[in-house]
């Protein structure tokens, strides 16, 4: 399983902030750095390429992952609650997949610490994400010629549930941070300054660290509700399905998402959620895990005000005092960490799909 | 008890059981001669009603609105009334029915008429209530493809649902279990009981004309319906091989064979089964058993004036052409029949009726559907926020 904080890990993280505030500098993280190269297959990446933007990989046919998971905007969508599937709503907001397969936890709650391979199963089969019986899409892949050769050309054989598991996170191996000034080491004055405040007086780093900014632990830094889950009923009942399914108790009264609590039902990890990578900001406004903040100013504005209401919130979190100056450079850091949006064809399928299914042409007497 | 007592008990079992064989392999030809008659054909009585589900106007009222919305079913656009439209005889007036959005069904819908009446529904005989046909039939991947959590979601965001359920049930919130209890309630409602075959057999000597009374003869009698299609139902709800074949659209139509290939993969056959079934094995999902292959159970003949096309795999638009088939021993007109010959029962022959025969024997079958049972559809009841913007504003203030 992935990262969990335990009990320990908590107390750790209280005499940590007890400690940074006698001392302007965390040392005992990890640095921000590059990220390592990933290898992987190129056909078995072209064949999850293909699958990531193919609707029929959903119930109805109506969404793909690209859907929610939108090239041009960031891989995400630019609004602060995902789609989900059509007749529903969701609660949450879609994370960029660019960098996904270096995290070793998934989903806003953590709830997924496993591998992508876990993580891809679950977008296409909850009923408010994807709502697939994976059955029917593998019968769905094996009526279409061109997977039938691109699964045998990546040597998977037959179509399968278990192959597509494997092909499509092969291909977010593909989605990593390109040219971003921070790995190029062209960063501006003014971003170079703002990494200073971030390692330093800002306290950034104390959580959003290593070559993704992110320690991949759950933390509560108050952000407020977004009252539309609540109040938009298509948004509510994604929440309800949710908490049905995940045996959170007293769902129909539920009046915030429990953040980590999902994963351990402890009260005290009530409104924590997994520190998000910070690579790749530029594209995916608005922020946060409901997209309460709508701009880079906002986010840095709340963490100044030393983040928002919440008696379990971390105490890592406090006024930082930061000039408006200050608040500016940490933005233009927060940008040198985005490269490229990778919207080419080396990383978006760009052919279209069949309108149709192909007929299987002497179906009485070819094997199925 | 003596060994000899024993003995003539077991002699007396056998003769039953060989008894019972005869009607169930020979013709009714043979069994009418032995003087074993299959039960009469009779006026519709009452729908049984199951103990632990029993009718309320409350109930019948919710099941009529969950009936008709869409909200039950993945993504909130198929429910029950999508796939069993009162305009189409309550079916749904294809072959094959028309499933989940992105799929297709693969076996015909079946009417919702009389559908009380049955102790084995779904034409294999999947389940044995309307309750838990209404379940199967709400997740099933092509037909409602919904999911437990997120229709019961749903249902509790709809304040006339809840309100009525908790009348009904008594529950806080809605839950599904008892959501298609309500709809089996309302199913149960939708019953034909004064066809002209029922008031014909209550006595009213005129409710059938001549040519139906002498397709009447022909059933009972030279045709051999009357072997399966008796008692009131016009089913005797076992399952049987006819020779109906296969769905054809499965040979030119790609949507439909990525289904036929999921029900096999999904109801679990043997990898020999999935590669080289080419036709619906029917009881065989239910049994396992081989001589199971291809049957279905005998449908009611009741209100099939309204349900064209006919059989498991809706290969007949006409009774003319159901009537021809079973006249030509159990082959469609184009040759086909079923791809599991081994199994069709020795029930079915030619029959060799005249033209005039069939023409009797259809306007018989006619006199088994009253007028069309059509309801308006009910207004369907929004959704609304559980909490105000007050309340939430009081738990974002108390976090």
Not at chain 2, 148 to 174: C, H, K, Q, S
Not at chain 2, 253 to 258: E, K, W
Request: charged share 20%.
């Amino acid at each position: 399983m992935g990262v969990r904080i335990t009990n320990r890990h908590h107390f750790l993280a209280v005499i940590m902030g007890t400690w940074l505030a006698f001392s302007a500098q965390a040392t005992s993280v990890p640095d921000l750095g590059p990220l390592p190269p990933l290898q992987y297959n190129k056909t078995k990446a072209e064949l999850g390429k293909r699958l990531f933007f193919d609707k029929r990989l959903s119930g109805n046919a109506g969404i793909a992952c690209a859907t929610c998971h939108d090239p041009t905007q960031g891989w995400t969508q630019n609004q602060p609650l995902s789609d989900g599937y059509p007749g529903n709503g969701h609660f949450r907001n879609a994370p960029t997949l660019i960098n996904v397969a270096y995290k070793k936890v998934w989903n806003h709650d953590g709830r997924i610490g496993t591998s992508l391979d876990d993580m891809v199963r679950e977008m296409i089969t909850e009923d408010y994400i994807m709502n697939m019986d994976m059955r029917i899409m593998q019968e769905r892949l094996k009526q279409d010629p061109r997977y039938l050769q691109m699964f045998r050309d990546a040597g998977y054989g037959e179509p399968s549930n278990g192959k597509v598991r494997q092909a499509i996170p092969e291909y977010l191996k593909s989605l990593t941070s390109r040219n971003a000034p921070f790995d190029a080491g062209t960063m501006s004055a003014a971003a170079k300054k703002g990494l200073q405040l971030f390692k330093g007086k800002a306290g950034c780093i104390q959580c959003h660290n290593g070559s993704l900014a992110s320690d991949g632990r759950a933390h509560n830094t108050g952000v407020p509700e977004n009252f539309d889950i609540f109040l938009n009923p298509e948004n509510h009942q994604a929440f309800i399905a949710f908490a049905l399914f995940q045996g959170i108790e007293n769902q129909m009264n539920l009046k915030r998402d429990p953040g980590y609590y999902n994963v351990t039902m402890k009260q005290a990890d009530m409104g924590k959620f997994i520190t998000p990578s910070l690579r790749e900001l530029k594209y995916t406004a608005p922020y946060m895990h409901n997209g309460m903040l709508a701009t880079l100013e906002e986010v840095v504005a709340f963490y100044n005000a030393g983040g928002g209401k919440d008696r379990r919130k971390s105490p890592l979190l406090k006024p930082l005092g930061l000039s408006d100056d200050e608040q500016r450079d940490l933005v233009a850091f927060l940008l040198a960490l985005s490269g490229d949006p990778l919207t080419t064809a080396e990383h978006v399928w760009q052919e279209p799909y069949p309108a149709e299914y192909a007929t299987i042409e002497d179906w009485k007497h070819v094997r199925n | 008890m003596s060994a000899t007592n024993s003995f003539c008990k077991m002699i007396l079992l056998l003769t039953a059981a060989i008894a019972g064989l005869i009607i169930a392999t020979g013709s009714a030809a043979q069994g009418i001669a032995k003087g074993i008659s299959p039960p009469p054909l009779a006026p519709l009585g009452p729908p049984p009603i199951p103990a632990d589900n029993p009718q309320s106007p409350a109930k019948i009222e919710w099941g009529r609105y969950l009936f008709f919305d869409p909200r039950l079913g993945g993504d909130a656009s198929t429910g029950c009334s999508t796939c069993h439209e009162p305009d189409q005889g309550w079916s749904w007036a294809e072959d094959i029915s028309r499933g989940y959005p992105g799929t297709v069904h693969w076996r015909g819908s079946q009417t919702i008429i009389n559908s009380a009446y049955y102790s084995k529904l779904f034409w294999a005989g999947s389940s044995t209530s309307l309750e838990a046909q209404a379940r199967a039939a709400s997740k099933g991947g092509v037909a409602g493809n919904g999911e437990t959590d997120i229709m019961e979601a749903r249902l509790a965001l709809i304040p006339e649902y809840v309100a009525l359920n908790r009348t009904i049930f008594g529950t806080e919130w809605p839950l599904l279990r008892d959501a298609y209890r309500a709809i089996a309630a309302f199913e149960r409602t939708l019953v034909q009981r004064d066809t002209p075959l029922d008031r014909y057999l209550l006595g009213d000597r005129t409710a059938l004309s001549a040519e139906q009374l002498r397709g009447k003869q022909l059933f009972e009698g030279k045709a051999g319906c009357i072997q399966c299609h008796n008692g009131p139902l016009a089913s005797d709800e076992n399952f049987y091989n006819i020779g109906v074949p296969g769905v054809k659209r499965w040979e030119r139509d790609g949507l439909a064979q990525i289904t036929f290939r999921f029900e096999l993969y999904a109801k679990g056959v043997s990898e020999t089964l999935y590669r080289t079934l080419k036709d619906d094995p029917g009881a065989y999902f239910r049994s396992r058993n081989r001589w199971d292959m291809g049957k279905f159970r005998t449908p009611s003949l009741r209100y099939t004036l309204y349900t064209a096309p006919y059989m498991h795999s809706g290969q007949f638009d006409t009774l003319e052409e159901v009537v021809d088939f079973y006249n030509a021993g159990g082959v469609a007109a184009d040759g086909r029949t079923t791809a599991f010959p081994e199994t069709k029962s020795p029930l079915i022959r030619p029959l060799g009726l005249t033209e005039l025969e069939r023409e009797d024997l259809v306007a018989f079958i006619e006199a088994f559907s009253g007028e069309e049972i059509l309801i308006e559809k009910p207004e369907l009841p929004p959704y609304a926020p559980l909490f105000t913007r007050a309340q939430l504003q009081a738990a974002q203030e108390a976090k």
